[in-house]
């Protein structure tokens, strides 16, 4: 007898394996989603109504683990509200508008080089498409909301109110052209968001260099070297010298002007943060000019009124004359990075552009939306790429002049675009922002009046 006859086992119709294709229909047929949703909104007796506001998810791509994630917990709380009694409504939509959907569209469709309006065309029919596909799939999932009545973005009434919100706030003033630095994607040729950047290991070219002293007898060297003293630079973006305004210091910090002796028998004159001075010595120490002595201390605020030639030309300069740049105070140096003294280029970076604001200096950037040198550059520079050969001429013109004192490779966390997993820059750029300074009296106001869970999450 076989053993199957012999053992008192369970019996069941449940197949070993379901097949999805046929078992959720039937599934969703017997649960009635769509039917709960449209019984609860319909009853009579119940205790009142909880609204779900769901952040849209973007019309571009098909549904993944993500979506389930944010989908399924929400269903959590709005199906329990549901048995507590309460009347439910979620209706749920769809971001139609963005670079994430253009990039898409643009990738897939490779549109490369199209007009403006035949990518924002195939980005609607994009996005239609993929609102289909997302849709079927939440409503698979159990998802409770109302199917019949989702919104978009890109519907014409959404963006006529969009339209009216836009008006509202450039009547109190939030609307504003501006000229600031941000980060921008050189590959996706647009700027990007603090939460839109990945951090990663990067490899970059750094340098140190010399910026020659225009006024060096305020700075304690000896008269019979005052013609040779240099203030000696560390920077990891030899691309930004081109639009180098100024040099910073810190005034609370101690300053040296030291002898290098070469191994030739030739000897100049630089001048380094005090605390600085042993690590530059390990640096030269690698080329055998390692030979360092201290000639004079200053306090930074002697660096007062000091000025230096701007290693390159760029942007119109033509001739050390109108090269001549200012020592300029600046609390964010550091003593323990670099040399203590800081290449300043107001138009890409954000504590550089604060002291262009705050001294005047000239803010215009040399590089377009591409990252390539603007031709208003000229010479050999125009139109290369700044993270590439552009990086590579400005580091040829240092060592040909003279003023390249060391090259390494620098590794370090750099931030990338998260669409692209390209390297970004810091680009000065003229555009249109949104201030919320007067619109935070009005949020504060309003958050007074929500309960948050956790507390602390209102701030």
Same mark, same amino acid.
């Given at each position: 007898?076989?053993?199957?006859?012999?053992?008192c086992?369970? @019996?069941?119709?449940?197949?070993?394996?379901?097949?999805? $294709?046929?078992?959720?229909?039937?599934?969703?047929?017997?649960?009635?989603?769509?039917?709960?949703?449209?019984?609860?909104? +319909?009853?009579?007796?119940?205790?009142?109504?909880?609204?779900?506001h769901?952040?849209?998810?973007?019309?571009?791509g098909?549904? #993944?683990?993500? %979506?389930?994630?944010?989908?399924?917990?929400?269903?959590?709380?709005?199906?329990?509200?549901v048995?507590?009694?309460?009347?439910?409504?979620?209706?749920?939509?769809?971001?139609?508008?963005?670079l994430?959907?253009?990039?898409?569209?643009?990738?897939?469709?490779?549109?490369r080089?199209a007009?403006?309006? +035949?990518?924002?065309?195939?980005?609607?029919?994009?996005?239609? +498409?993929?609102?289909?596909?997302?849709?079927?799939?939440?409503?698979?999932?159990?998802? *409770?909301?109302?199917?019949?009545?989702?919104?978009?973005?890109m519907?014409?009434?959404?963006?006529?109110?969009?339209?009216?919100?836009?008006?509202?706030?450039? @009547?109190?003033?939030?609307?504003?052209?501006?000229? @600031?630095?941000?980060?921008?994607?050189? &590959?996706?040729?647009?700027?990007?968001?603090?939460?839109?950047?990945?951090?990663?290991?990067?490899? $970059?070219?750094?340098?140190?260099?010399?910026?020659?002293?225009?006024?060096?007898?305020?700075?304690?060297?000896?008269?019979?070297?005052?013609?040779?003293?240099?203030?000696?630079?560390?920077?990891?973006?030899?691309?930004?010298?081109?639009?180098?305004?100024?040099?910073?210091?810190?005034?609370? #910090?101690?300053?040296?002007?030291?002898?290098?002796?070469?191994?030739?028998?030739?000897?100049?004159?630089?001048?380094?943060?005090?605390?600085?001075?042993?690590?530059?010595?390990?640096?030269?120490? /690698?080329?055998?000019?390692?030979?360092?002595e201290?000639?004079?201390?200053?306090? =930074?605020?002697?660096?007062?009124?000091?000025?230096?030639i $701007?290693?390159l030309?760029?942007?119109?300069?033509?001739?050390?004359?109108?090269?001549?740049?200012?020592?300029?105070?600046?609390? %964010?140096?550091? /003593?323990?990075?670099?040399?203590?003294?800081?290449?300043?280029?107001?138009?890409?970076?954000?504590?550089?552009?604060?002291?262009?604001?705050?001294h005047?200096?000239?803010?215009?950037?040399?590089v377009?939306?591409? =990252?390539?040198?603007?031709?208003?550059?000229?010479?050999?520079?125009?139109? *290369?790429?700044? *993270?590439?050969?552009?990086?590579?001429?400005?580091? &040829?013109e240092?060592?040909? &002049?003279?003023?390249?004192?060391?090259?390494?490779?620098?590794?370090?966390?750099?931030?990338?675009?998260?669409?692209?997993k @390209?390297?970004?820059?810091i680009?000065?750029?003229?555009q249109?922002?949104?201030?919320?300074a007067?619109?935070?009296?009005?949020?504060?106001?309003?958050?007074?009046?929500?309960?948050?869970?956790?507390?602390?999450s209102?701030?």
């Amino acid at each position: 007898m076989a053993v199957s006859q012999k053992l008192c086992l369970p @019996k069941t119709k449940f197949p070993l394996r379901i097949n999805p $294709s046929v078992h959720e229909p039937a599934i969703q047929k017997a649960a009635d989603f769509e039917g709960l949703y449209r019984w609860q909104r +319909e009853r009579c007796n119940a205790k009142g109504t909880f609204t779900l506001h769901d952040g849209p998810p973007y019309a571009n791509g098909e549904p #993944h683990i993500g %979506h389930a994630l944010n989908k399924v917990l929400k269903d959590i709380v709005v199906r329990y509200k549901v048995l507590r009694g309460y009347r439910i409504h979620h209706r749920p939509g769809w971001d139609c508008h963005g670079l994430p959907i253009e990039l898409k569209a643009c990738k897939d469709l490779r549109l490369r080089g199209a007009s403006t309006l +035949e990518i924002r065309r195939t980005a609607a029919r994009y996005a239609w +498409e993929t609102i289909e596909l997302q849709k079927d799939a939440f409503k698979r999932w159990g998802v *409770l909301a109302d199917w019949e009545n989702p919104y978009f973005t890109m519907a014409p009434e959404f963006e006529a109110n969009q339209i009216q919100v836009f008006r509202d706030m450039f @009547k109190k003033g939030c609307i504003y052209r501006g000229f @600031k630095p941000v980060y921008w994607s050189p &590959s996706s040729s647009t700027a990007l968001a603090e939460a839109e950047l990945e951090y990663r290991t990067h490899t $970059s070219r750094a340098i140190y260099l010399r910026f020659p002293l225009a006024t060096p007898t305020t700075v304690g060297a000896s008269s019979d070297h005052r013609h040779q003293v240099s203030a000696l630079v560390w920077t990891t973006t030899p691309w930004t010298l081109l639009s180098n305004r100024a040099v910073c210091y810190n005034p609370s #910090h101690q300053y040296c002007v030291v002898r290098w002796r070469h191994s030739d028998g030739t000897e100049e004159m630089l001048l380094v943060g005090a605390e600085r001075v042993d690590v530059l010595r390990g640096i030269l120490s /690698a080329s055998g000019d390692d030979d360092l002595e201290v000639v004079s201390v200053v306090p =930074g605020s002697s660096l007062a009124g000091v000025e230096y030639i $701007s290693p390159l030309e760029g942007g119109g300069d033509a001739g050390a004359k109108e090269r001549r740049r200012p020592f300029l105070p600046g609390g %964010h140096v550091a /003593a323990a990075e670099g040399t203590g003294l800081v290449h300043t280029s107001p138009a890409h970076g954000f504590e550089d552009y604060s002291v262009g604001v705050a001294h005047g200096l000239d803010l215009e950037c040399l590089v377009d939306g591409e =990252g390539k040198f603007a031709a208003k550059v000229g010479g050999a520079y125009a139109g *290369l790429s700044v *993270l590439e050969a552009g990086t590579e001429a400005v580091i &040829s013109e240092l060592r040909r &002049s003279g003023l390249l004192v060391s090259e390494s490779a620098h590794s370090h966390r750099y931030p990338y675009d998260w669409r692209t997993k @390209k390297p970004i820059i810091i680009r000065a750029t003229d555009q249109w922002f949104a201030s919320v300074a007067a619109l935070k009296a009005g949020a504060k106001a309003a958050l007074a009046g929500v309960e948050m869970y956790p507390r602390t999450s209102v701030n």
